[in-house]
């Protein structure tokens, strides 16, 4: 099993549970993550489509998610630095969304890139 195929099953696994968390908490997950309906439905969206790039019998599909999958999460991050109104209202981000996205964002594009 390649590093694209298990990080993709990690980080699905990962969102799914963060999602469905962020539905049952009180607008924070891990007390610092800000969260709302949207965030949490992308969240399982993200997680959903990661599970199945991972799980599908071509690692092609594990590698394009990373790829894809950490290019948008940089794109988010530095989005929620910029502090653009209207997407970090629609997500509720805060600095710790911010810096997770970054954090997530690198690692997962290089796992992609170079894997």
């Not at 990080?7 to 891990?30: E, M, N, R």
């Amino acid at each position: 099993m390649s590093l694209n195929v298990t990080w993709a099953k990690i980080l699905g696994i990962v969102l799914v549970l963060v999602g469905l968390l962020g539905f049952f908490s009180d607008g924070t997950v891990l007390g610092m993550f800000h969260v709302n309906m949207f965030h949490n439905v992308v969240h399982l969206l993200s997680g959903v489509i990661g599970l199945w790039a991972g799980f599908s019998n071509r690692g092609v599909h594990s590698k394009r998610f990373n790829v894809i999958f950490g290019i948008v999460y940089l794109i988010v991050a530095i989005v929620g630095f910029a502090n653009i109104m209207f997407f970090t209202d629609l997500l509720m981000l805060n600095a710790a969304d911010n810096w997770l996205h970054l954090v997530i964002g690198v690692v997962t594009t290089a796992i992609g890139l170079w894997a």
